[in-house]
């Protein structure tokens, strides 16, 4: 056999583990999340059973706060942050700005290796028993009460905080100086302003997530008053430190997804995306806005009511460029040649996911409303609607949109057609009860509750079953089809962009000469009709 692509360059186990590729990179990083997410789903599994009754049959209180700890911290350090940019980011944006690899191929697999590192302490952590905290690590519980592996899973995200920080340096060397002669800025694709705005969070944030852990890692071991006001500490601080990473570190999650979904957006309506500048330039205005808006997270700890009124506002600025993406998505699709493949479901899902999950946003930025609102299953449903009708939305769709060009093989359709439906219908199923019983007064991270909620909470465990079973489909049929799909051919959406004039999968060294790009992105020129099926039918007649 030839050794004409990436993929049958070499087989050795070393020529992975030692590779400066970073397609192999972006799979090494796609092998780790799959593992993390299978972990972090195992714990949401057991949430949702003990939750299924009102009374605690399952979990006594200290294993419950384990489960929900663990649960969010894998989900949150371990799949979600890493999952589209590490994935993606490292296999396809190069690709899209004509690269022969990122600017620091070490220091990319230097980052899966601190990755791994942090990810042995998580697994660790969980080994020994699990953390307790929340993933929020609160003080002065994790500082000083908390008698569980506090420390082990504190160093677990430290650690790991890393390899964001170098991959989001990595990504902005990479898109300044490596795009092709012709890709001015205000001509790449969307996906690569989602990366750039993506690593400025992760190069300016990260830091003081990583300052706060230590901090609270150090009162812990060596007892000096920096939280725990028993010590002369103020634990209101943690919780400013806290979320100054934590609420741009959503945006970390939704931005690139935001950019896959204007990809799919584009290639499966067959136009060139409305508003194009407008969304690029949201995505930084997201990036920027997210570091001024953390205060919405301390309504009710004390902070200034004057304080809590300018987060308010800020906040609410926030929701107007998600919009303005949303409403150009709509536009876009407006008179295209629509065809509903499935990246085109999953996009669409996530217009709809994500606009629920932005505008109950605005409705907790609402002070009055959060008071009654904070720290209840509302809350929960709202970031899963995000994060989840979101972000793991957009994951999905970016996996389908490229697979072919990663593995050079189609997937069966109709199983793909019907894993995201029935992801789209077990996720709303699992959480949007949970939008009704947070606001009739159900507190999070409790095990029992009283009676009356129980139905809306077999409403969310019955539905989490379903997107538990949803979430296999994919896997099977994606493994099926590495050695018995359709072969795909460079370009089988017929989509625009530099990594569709690639064969699939793509040569080891991208391009052998550097492209130079003339036409604008998305140049669709007048509508087509759906590609694929074109071609099927062209079989037929040859
Ligand atoms: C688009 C506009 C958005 C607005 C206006 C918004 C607003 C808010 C507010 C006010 C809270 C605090 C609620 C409380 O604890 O009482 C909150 C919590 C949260 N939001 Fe959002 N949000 C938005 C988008 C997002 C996105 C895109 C994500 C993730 C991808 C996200 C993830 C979260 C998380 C994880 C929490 C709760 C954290 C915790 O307490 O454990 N939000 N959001
Ligand atoms: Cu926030």
Redesign the pocket.
Known sequence: MPRDHFLNAAYTIKSWLLTMDHKRVGLLYLFSITFFFLIGGTFASLIRLELATPEADLMEADQYNVAFSMH?IVMIFFFLIPSIPAVFGNFIMPLMIGAKDVAFPKLNLMSWYLFIFGGTFGVLTTLLGGVDT???FYTPFSSTYSNSNVILAGMAAFIAGFSSILTGLNFMVTIHKMRAPGITWFKMPLFVWGMYATSLIMVLGTPVIAITLALMMVERGLHIGIFDPALGGDPVLFQHLFWFY?HPA??I??LPGMGVISEVIAAFSRKRIFGYEFIAMSSVSIAVLGFFVWG??L?VSGQSIYAGMVFSFI??L??VP?AIKVFNWMATIYKGSVSYDAPMLYALGFIGLFSI??LT??F??IMGL?IH???TYF?VA??HY??VG??VTAFMAALHFWWPKISGRMYPEGWSRLAAFLIFAGFNMTFFPQFIVGYLGMPRRYHVYPEEWQLLNIMSSAGATVLAVAFIVPVIYLLWSLKNGKIAGPNPWRATGLEWILSSPPPEHNFPTTPIVEEEPYDYGEVIENPVHEEEEEHEHA
């Open positions: 969010g929340g993933w929020t934590s959503v945006y999650m939704i919405h997270h309504f906040t609410m926030v929701a998600s999950g932005g946003g605005v907790l930025a959060d609102m904070h720290d809350v709202h970031f995000v994060m979101g972000a």
